[in-house]
């Protein structure tokens, strides 16, 4: 149980277009769940929590109108890299918060997508 | 959110036991210790979490002392695929479950 999915796994697209990536919770419902960005050789950076039908909460220094996130249902979350530049290349992970109550800290994370832009 | 420290990487050989400690001196009365698992280019993975004495699961033990200002997660007899990243997260889960990742320890497994 308390799978998560993303997708795509990986996406290649121009300087300039917009990525839409996916977050699934597949046997569970998830009211909040989160987008990390990973560079190579390095750790997690939570980017923002994402709250099924209210607005994200963004973590300083990520910029909310280049990472659009939407959060329509309890089982789906979306990160939408606008107008994306190569610098914006990375490895974007999502995490949905734990269905057990009580449960501090269990999230479970989904694949990952990796996004290079040209 | 307190802060977590851990060796920047580690080596062992397969067959062997493997501590892996981590130091968390602002530890808050109800913040829990989380261990996850990352192998390159997959998300991480759930590991442990205790909150003090020793937990243990089916793939590792987690060593918390009377104080909580350190924990110590304990892989038995490594094999290679225990190559990964371990990162330990404190937290209490109720500041919007927010997880904090450290910088980790770069587990290596040799032959």
């Known amino acids: 149980g308390a799978v998560v999915s993303q997708h795509p796994s990986w996406v290649i697209c121009k300087s300039g277009t917009s990525v839409k990536i996916e977050c699934r919770s597949l046997d569970f419902q998830a009211t909040t769940m989160f987008w990390y960005r990973q560079f190579p050789k390095q750790s997690l950076m939570l980017m923002a929590t994402?709250?099924?039908?209210?607005?994200?909460?963004?973590e300083q220094g990520v910029e909310k109108d280049k990472f659009l996130i939407n959060h329509a249902s309890l089982t789906l979350s979306t990160l939408t890299v606008t107008s994306a530049h190569p610098e914006d290349s990375s490895f974007y992970i999502c995490s949905a918060r734990g269905p057990r109550e009580g449960a501090a800290n269990e999230q479970f994370f989904g694949p990952g997508t990796r996004l290079t832009v040209l | 959110l307190a802060k977590t420290t851990q060796p920047i990487s580690m080596d062992s050989y397969e067959g062997q036991e493997v501590n892996i400690t981590c130091s968390h001196n602002n530890i808050a009365t109800n913040d829990y210790i989380t261990w996850y698992q990352q192998f390159p280019s997959q998300g991480p993975r759930f590991i442990i979490q205790g909150y003090k004495t020793k937990v243990t699961n089916e793939v590792a033990s987690l060593f918390i002392p009377a104080d909580r200002k350190s924990s110590t997660l304990s892989l038995p007899r490594v094999s290679l695929s225990d190559t990964a990243v371990y990162y330990c997260?404190?937290?209490?889960?109720?500041?919007?479950?927010?997880?904090?990742f450290g910088q980790g320890t770069e587990l290596s497994v040799k032959p």
């Open positions: 994402s709250n099924e039908g209210s607005k994200a909460t963004y």
């Open positions: 997260l404190v937290g209490d889960g109720n500041q919007g479950g927010k997880l904090i």
